[in-house]
């Protein structure tokens, strides 16, 4: 029962970088079809967990809709294999689990700002104040940073067992 609660906690990031390609997704879906109430809702409803961490991948220069989408898929395959096999992929995993964690620890701390759009992602303003955590009303990104934190913890006692075995 511990193994299988071990491994849906190390199942966390993986669910965090689905949700980030299936945004990606929506993106085109929305474009394809802009008066399409299940496109503005899907889109809509990711948009406050995803934002910041999607947009900085789409900056990367090359870095296109379907390539992200590959990258975000790809990760989320890995995170599954990884989560299966901890023993083999200890280092692997603790790497993949900390990249989701500071992707939504990013996310955390510009959710409270309503924006869709590109304008103010240049460069974070930390003067402004907007820097809050997420507000419990965003259940999804909750859920989420908590399920990667998670992830991060059993990371973090398989390094220290095999400090203490060592």
Avoid: N
């Amino acid at each position: 029962m511990r193994i299988a609660i071990f491994t849906l906690m190390r199942l966390g990031p993986s669910l965090a970088y689905a949700i980030a390609s299936i945004f990606v997704l929506s993106i085109p879906l929305l474009e394809s079809h802009p008066s399409s109430a299940t496109a503005w809702w899907l889109y809509m409803t990711i948009l406050p967990v995803m934002r910041e961490p999607i947009y900085l991948l789409l900056a990367v220069p090359g870095v296109g809709i379907w390539s992200a989408t590959v990258l975000l898929m790809l990760a989320s395959i890995f995170g599954v294999r990884v989560a299966m096999q901890p023993q083999r992929h200890h280092r692997s995993g603790f790497i993949h689990a900390h990249i989701a964690l500071i992707a939504t620890g990013l996310t955390m701390g510009r959710a409270a700002v309503g924006q869709a759009g590109l304008s103010d992602f240049a460069l974070p303003q930390f003067q402004r104040g907007d820097w809050s955590f997420l507000p419990l009303s965003q259940p999804l990104g909750t859920f989420l940073f908590i399920s990667v934190f998670l992830a991060c913890i059993c990371c973090h006692l398989t390094v220290i067992k095999r400090a203490i075995s060592a």
